[in-house]
DNA sequence: AGGCTAATGTCAGCCGCTGACAATTGACAA
DNA sequence: TTGTCAATTGTCAGCGGCTGACATTAGCCT
C-alpha cells in the first residue's frame, strides 16, 4: 500500500495545483527574460508541456497570469489594513498598514515563486502599457473597496460622505507613484520599495498645503537605495 | 471649370479628413449603442464603406478611436493650465483649469461630433474594463506632464523635489473618482461633471486633516444634479 | 475491475492586427 | 488634355489571443 501523506488532498488536486504553479513560473520566467508582447501562450504552454487550452483554463487571459502574485499582495495589504486598531486616523491606519504588510509579505510570495521572480515582474508590469493599463484598473478597483472599509471605520456613509473616497484617492496615488519611481529605479529590493513608499507618504500632508515658496525646502527624497533603509 | 474653393487644401486631403471623422461618429455610434466588446472592427468599417486595413491605417487599434475625442479634451485641460497666472498656487491652478476648460471645451467637441455622442462615449469608456484600464494609464501619463508643468510653475526639479508629483497624484486621483461618479449618475451633461468637479476639489483639503471624529461634518457631496450648477 | 467524472487534448473558428503587393485615384507638370 | 508620380485603398495571407464543442485520458470510488 501507499503510504504517501496526501500533502494537501487527493492526487488530483495536487496535480493541478502543480500544473498552475508551474504555468506561473514559467509565465514570469519568460515574460521577465523576452518581454510579455514577445511571449505567447502557446510558449507558455509548451514550456509546462500542456496544451494551450489548458492554460486558458488555468488563467482567463494571458494578463491574468501576469498578476496572480500581485493579487495576493494586494490581500495582504486589506487584511492588514483591516487589522489597524480603530483609534488610528484614516491616513495613519492605511500607512501603518502598507508598511507593516511589505514587512510580511515576503514570505507569502516565497510560497509561489522566487521573490525576485515577482519584483521583476513588478518592473515588466509597469514597463509594459498593456499590462500597465491592467494595473491600474485594478488599483482603482482595490481603491473602492479600501473606501469602503475606511468609512465602516470612522463611521461614515461612503456614498453620503466624500472625504474616504478622496483621502484614499489621494493615497493610492501616491502609492502609484511610488510603485512607479521604484520600478525606474535600479534596485529591486523589497526594502527598496518599502524606503520609498515611507518616504513619499509623508510628504502626502505637506504637499497639499497653499503656499509652497514661503516654508523652508523639504528634505530630499531619496532617489534610489536609501543606504540603511529606513528604521 | 469648377470654382470650388478648397475648404482646407487639397481634395485629398478633405477626402481623408471625411473618412476619419466619419469613422470616428460610425465608431463612437456603434459603442455606444451595442457596446465596445460587442463591436467589430469590421462593423465600423462596413459602416463608413471602406476596408478593415483602411481603419487600421487611421487608428492604430480599436481603442484608439474610443479615445480620439477624449484626447482632444485633455489637450484643452493642458493649455488651460498652461495659462493660468503664475501667482496662483499648484492645486489653486489646477482646479482654475479644470473648471475654466469644461466652460469651452464644449465648442471644440462639437467640431468633431455631437457633444451627447461624447458624453455617451464617455460612459462606455468608464464601464468598460478594456476601455477603462487604459484610459487610466493615458491619465497617468497626462500626470506625468502635469506634473513637470507645476514644477516649472514653481520654479522646482520634479526628481528632486516630491512635492510637484505629489500633489498633481492626489489631485488627478480626485479627479478621476468625480469622472467615475459623473458615469455611474444618470445627469449626463456638461455642467454636471463640472459641478461634480468643483464640489469634490472642494474637500481636498479638509479630507486630508489627521482627526475627521473632532470637526463638524462637512457639506454633504452632490450625489447627482445638483440643481442649479455652482456659478 | 469497472463505471463515473474531472482534466486534458484536439479542432475549428472569431476577432484584432500586420505585412506585402496590387489596384485605384488625386496631384502636378508637360 | 494627358501622362507620370505618389498617396490611398483594397485584397490576401497569416499570427496571436481566446472560445465552444467534442473526443480522450486519467484520477476516484464502489
Known amino acids: 500500500m501507499t503510504v504517501e501523506q496526501p ?3 487527493g492526487l488530483r488536486e495536487r496535480k493541478k495545483q502543480r500544473t498552475r504553479d508551474a504555468l506561473l513560473r514559467a509565465a514570469l520566467e519568460l515574460f521577465t527574460t523576452q518581454g510579455y508582447e514577445r511571449t505567447t501562450v502557446d510558449e507558455i504552454a509548451d514550456a509546462v508541456d500542456v496544451s494551450q487550452r489548458t492554460f486558458f483554463r488555468y488563467f482567463a487571459s494571458k494578463e491574468e497570469v501576469a498578476f496572480a502574485v500581485q493579487q495576493m499582495v494586494e490581500g495582504h495589504f486589506v487584511d492588514a489594513l483591516r487589522q489597524r486598531p480603530g483609534h488610528e486616523a484614516p491616513l495613519e491606519a492605511m500607512r501603518n498598514a502598507v508598511l507593516s504588510a511589505w514587512d510580511t509579505i515576503g514570505e507569502a510570495i516565497r510560497e509561489v515563486v522566487p ?7 513588478f518592473q515588466v508590469i509597469e514597463s ?6 491592467v494595473h491600474l484598473r485594478r488599483s482603482i478597483e482595490m481603491e473602492e473597496n479600501i473606501a469602503r472599509l475606511i468609512a465602516e471605520r470612522e463611521g461614515l456613509d461612503v456614498d453620503a460622505d466624500p472625504r474616504p473616497r478622496v483621502a484614499v484617492a489621494a493615497f493610492s496615488g501616491v502609492m502609484r507613484m511610488t510603485g512607479q519611481l521604484w520600478g525606474r529605479g535600479e534596485d529591486a529590493s523589497l526594502e527598496a520599495i518599502r524606503a520609498l513608499t515611507e518616504a513619499y507618504l509623508d510628504h502626502l500632508g505637506p504637499a497639499l498645503a497653499t503656499d509652497w515658496r ?6 530630499r527624497a531619496p532617489r534610489r537605495t536609501p ?3 529606513a528604521e
Chains 1, 2 share one sequence.
Not at 128 to 133: E, N
Open 7 to 9: 500533502s494537501s488532498a
Open 227 to 229: 543606504g540603511a533603509h
Open 214 to 219: 514661503g516654508g523652508e525646502a523639504p528634505a
Open 115 to 121: 521573490v525576485e521572480l515577482y519584483l521583476r515582474t
Open 128 to 133: 509594459t502599457p498593456a499590462l500597465l493599463a
